[in-house]
């Protein structure tokens, strides 16, 4: 009996001297190489800038007569944004916004000399752009200043001041973490006051890509 108790003393130190025991359990796996957390949606920026280029058509008004803008210009018909302002709420922002719609080409007088022409009308905006939903649809309203300028051969030109206005919608599709990819469609009316034989009027319509920083 004595040798079975010194044996039973004996074994618990010779299992932990040989290693009998389990080791520890190991520290919890790391996560896979190339695994993320979890970020959230992307977030406006305080302030936003943007571009964008498109086409569309437009006309010119005066003494009860309209005219086409390419009747003015020439054929080609190539719309113009730049856009800058700040963010006021995640729907709603507020900047400056210049919009163009420009034609150009070649025209031909009635002795049948042909001569360069173009036409453009900009307009200088206030410009309030509305999410709705945050993001993904929009629209957009401004009032602002505008000028209208026609040049034939670089040496006969002229130019009209006004008043303007424009409303517009569109979708912007975020890309990454600041950037948007936008489609728009605006119309803009502008005036020029009364005249006996200058413009009084115009208005056109533009459609355009964007290519904004939110």
Same mark, same amino acid.
């Given at each position: 009996?004595? *040798?079975?108790?010194? $044996?039973? %003393?004996?074994?618990?130190?010779?299992?932990?001297?040989?290693?009998?025991?389990? =080791?520890?359990? =190991?520290?919890?796996?790391?996560?896979?190489?190339?695994?993320?957390?979890?970020?959230?949606?992307? &977030?406006?920026?305080? !302030?936003?800038?943007?571009?964008?280029?498109? %086409?569309?058509?437009?006309?010119?008004?005066?003494? +009860?007569? /309209? #005219?086409?803008?390419?009747? $003015?210009?020439?054929?080609? /018909?190539?719309?113009?944004?730049?856009?800058?302002?700040?963010?006021? &709420?995640?729907?709603?922002?507020?900047?400056?916004?210049?919009?163009?719609?420009?034609?150009?080409?070649?025209? #031909?007088?009635?002795?049948?000399?042909?001569?360069?022409?173009? %036409? &453009?009308? %900009?307009?200088?905006?206030?410009?309030?752009?509305?999410?709705? !939903?945050?993001?993904?649809?929009? #629209?957009?309203?401004? #009032?602002?200043?505008?000028?209208?300028?026609?040049?034939?051969?670089?040496? &006969?030109?002229?130019?009209? *001041?006004?008043?303007?206005?424009?409303?517009?919608?569109?979708?912007?599709?975020?890309? +990454?973490?600041?950037?948007?990819?936008?489609?728009?469609?605006?119309?803009?009316?502008?005036?020029?006051?009364?005249?006996?034989?200058?413009?009084?009027?115009?208005?056109?319509?533009?459609?355009?890509?964007?290519?904004?920083?939110?």
């Amino acid at each position: 009996m004595k *040798a079975i108790a010194l $044996l039973l %003393a004996i074994l618990p130190g010779l299992a932990l001297a040989q290693g009998m025991y389990p =080791p520890p359990p =190991p520290d919890y796996p790391p996560p896979p190489p190339g695994s993320q957390r979890y970020q959230g949606a992307p &977030t406006r920026s305080p !302030w936003y800038v943007g571009f964008g280029m498109g %086409a569309g058509d437009g006309s010119v008004s005066g003494q +009860g007569q /309209r #005219v086409n803008l390419g009747d $003015l210009g020439g054929g080609g /018909r190539l719309g113009f944004n730049f856009k800058i302002g700040a963010t006021l &709420t995640p729907k709603l922002l507020l900047g400056f916004d210049l919009l163009t719609l420009s034609t150009f080409g070649t025209q #031909v007088d009635q002795y049948g000399y042909t001569y360069d022409s173009t %036409a &453009t009308i %900009a307009d200088a905006d206030v410009m309030l752009t509305y999410f709705p !939903w945050e993001r993904g649809f929009f #629209v957009r309203a401004g #009032v602002g200043p505008t000028f209208l300028s026609f040049d034939q051969n670089s040496y &006969t030109s002229s130019s009209y *001041a006004g008043f303007n206005g424009d409303v517009g919608l569109g979708y912007a599709f975020w890309l +990454g973490d600041s950037f948007n990819f936008t489609l728009n469609g605006d119309f803009a009316a502008q005036t020029y006051g009364s005249s006996s034989n200058a413009p009084e009027s115009s208005r056109f319509f533009l459609f355009w890509l964007g290519f904004d920083w939110y």
